[in-house]
């Protein structure tokens, strides 16, 4: 009935990552994310070549936020997990954990998305909606 | 004796800032941010190349937001100001307002910043001790 | 008669362009080369976003190759110039200068390009086949 | 008595690698060879940390070129192929070629890099002189 959790998205950090001060250049994190967030839709079974594409479905994100715990350098490894939540009918967040090899909490990040179809709000389509769903009951009170 | 307000950040949108759904990748905005902040301190007649190394004070960024209010297209002219505010000693906020060709805002984003040396706080240094004083004192009140 | 030589592209080496070595990520010199088609392309009036877009004409790299003088840092200001050449009815090539402040020169690139119009080669189309036209004849014994 | 082989590098096209064309930038396809070197590297027991930082033996690029076979859009598999060579003492060149998920050639490429230590050349340290001698006899007479 239930569909599997989905795996977490895993990558290491590449030098053209980096930036001068040695580490994680702070506004590739939320490239990271995004990578994570690609990765979820591909195991939904999403055609990404079309979902990100400037045609049908847009589903912009209308805020970032992202808090920077540790800093990352090249050749670390980094594991990324996304917890899912409905906003309401159109529109849902994402809230990211980002995780170095150790197991340490390097960064939390969140983005907010609206589903449009010609510039109109629209339901958010399956199989998006199944998995914003499945966020848990007590994620609703929270608030960033 | 008040120095006077540093010029705006201005910047064309590039080919490589965006992305396949014919906008700027939304993570970029951060970054045209963060050129408009390098500018700024160039103004306050900071040694870029110094300051952005991996010696001596450091001032990583702890917290970055970005709300995106209008898309921005290859060929956009771009103009970003910067709103400084002093958190405490050795934390300050940067509050940037992007705006396009029309005057239009295009997003609004801030960042914090803390400052470190030998990953100990430290004051936040002069010049930039004197342009985040340079906040209008209502702002201390403004919650974000 | 003539049109008027294109203004040289200008810019500052952001932070976001550095890697952990301390100067500019290698590939990031063709991203400048871009940069400085894109605005000769503005000044020859066309529209960037219309032109970047993928619909209609299409004029894709086939090619590209840099090689690096000098090391760039954060803050160096940047100077480009391009050198365009026709190479057939249907395809041309850009040579690129790039100057640090001092006038010394840091890299030196090119990048081919081919005119598409439905996956089928067309010629250069106007106002692109004026600038390449220009290119001197002695350009043609060039080795690339 | 010979070291294995090393793994080719695989990696997903993301959203952030896309341009409004609908596809790769084209300056990230050398982004891309150089994640590869970096997984050849650590495969060699390489620290990717130190080996990209800015102390002690650096090892700049001087040269780079790309040949766009065939376009890359998001959610594409890339595999990458890299085939080192020794140049003299002190340069290598490396050569990639990346494949689509259907094994096509998307694009070949190559790097020159040079090792230096306080900006002298200095003889290609171990273990990468092992891996750069383990090039084909018969490719010194390619053509680059």
Redesign the interface.
């Known amino acids: 009935m239930n569909t599997p959790p989905l795996r977490d998205y895993e ?2 950090v ?3 990552d ?6 994680v ?4 994190l ?2 990271f994310c ?2 994570a967030y ?2 979820a839709l ?1 195991q939904l079974g999403v ?3 079309q979902f ?3 045609a049908g479905l ?1 589903v ?9 715990l540790q ?1 990352l ?4 490894r980094l594991r990324v997990t996304i917890d899912p939540q409905r906003l309401d009918s159109s529109r849902f967040q994402l809230t990211y954990t980002l995780y170095n090899a150790r197991g340490d909490r390097v960064a939390i990040a969140h ?1 907010q998305h609206i589903c449009l179809q010609e510039q109109q709000r629209v339901p958010i389509p399956e199989p998006l909606s199944r998995w914003v769903k499945s966020a848990p009951e007590d994620a609703s009170d929270r608030e960033d």
């Open positions: 990558r290491t590449h030098f053209a980096t930036d001068a001060a040695g580490v250049y702070f506004a590739h939320l490239r995004h990578e690609e990765e591909a055609d990404l070549r990100f594409s400037n847009m912009p994100i209308t805020e970032a936020q992202v808090r920077f800093p350098y090249c050749g670390d983005t």
